[in-house]
Structures are given as C-alpha cells and as structure tokens.
C-alpha cells in the first residue's frame, strides 16, 4: 500500500524540492508521487484519480498562490468533489503559505500549512504524520505535537490533526 501524494506549485523548483524530499524520506515502493502546475490541473488530478481508482490522494501539498486557479479555490473545489462523490477519505491538504493566508484557506478546507520557502524539517514532520495516519503504526493513546501537527494516537480518530 503507497502513499499516494499530488504535489501542486506553479514553481518547477519547489516542486522539484518536495518531490526529491518526499522520495528521499519514503523508498519508491511506499510513496506515489503525482504533479500539478497549478489549481486547475490539481482539481483534474482529483477527478481522474478517484474515477480511475475510486481512491483519493492521501495528501495533497498545495501552493497558495498560482496562476489561472490560486491553492484556496483549488482547495474548496476538491472538498466539493469529494463531497459530492462521497469520498469517505479524504485528502490531508498541506498549504504553502504564510500564517495569514492559511487562516483564511482553513475556511476553504485546508487542513495543515507549511511555510515558503519549503522547510525540509516542516516537510518531514509532515510526511510521519501521513504515514501514521495512512497505516495505523500507532498502538497506544497518546498525543504528541510535532510542528505545526498535532498527532494523536488514539486511533479513534485520524491522527493528524491541525492544531488551533
């Protein structure tokens, strides 16, 4: 079972970084790794992924600011799809922004925030947090805090959870 992950930044570059941190952090055969320039190609990516596989991405590392379809918009428009095919897992949308902007995209769907430029450190706390989440490796119930994640171990509940 892969980690299946949409990285969407209209910089080649920063997607060029978390690609290379995604792999380097998970051996080809636990992550799968699509890519987005921008809203509009992030929301077909949905499309196509859930009709093809009648799966979702695990997470979806959006850049707030791009061109044609900014990362709040692409945000609420993926909620309405998933919602709308009644997608019981979700993705984890990871935002690429300031504190400011990642208040506002919280009203829009977003779930956690890293900051730009890419913190690797940010990036790697995150991926643990997915790949807790996405194979249950947790046995007790405990909470510990890690960034800007808070994870729970309780596994009546996803274990990540955006902390307030």
Sequence with gaps: MKLSVLVV????????IACKQLKKNLSEEKIQIDQAEDGNEAIHSVKKKI????QNYDAVLMDYSMPNCCGD???AEIRRIEDEMKIHSKSKI???????KYREGLYNGSDERL?????????KKIIKCLMADKYSAFQSDATFFSGNIQVSENKEHSPCIPKM
Excluded: F, H, Y
């Design 9 to 16: 930044d209209d910089n080649p570059v920063n997607r060029l």
């Design 51 to 54: 009709s093809q596989t009648g």
């Design 73 to 75: 918009v692409a945000t």
């Design 94 to 100: 990871i935002t690429w922004t300031t504190e400011e």
């Design 115 to 123: 900051s730009k430029p890419i913190n690797v450190e940010e990036l």
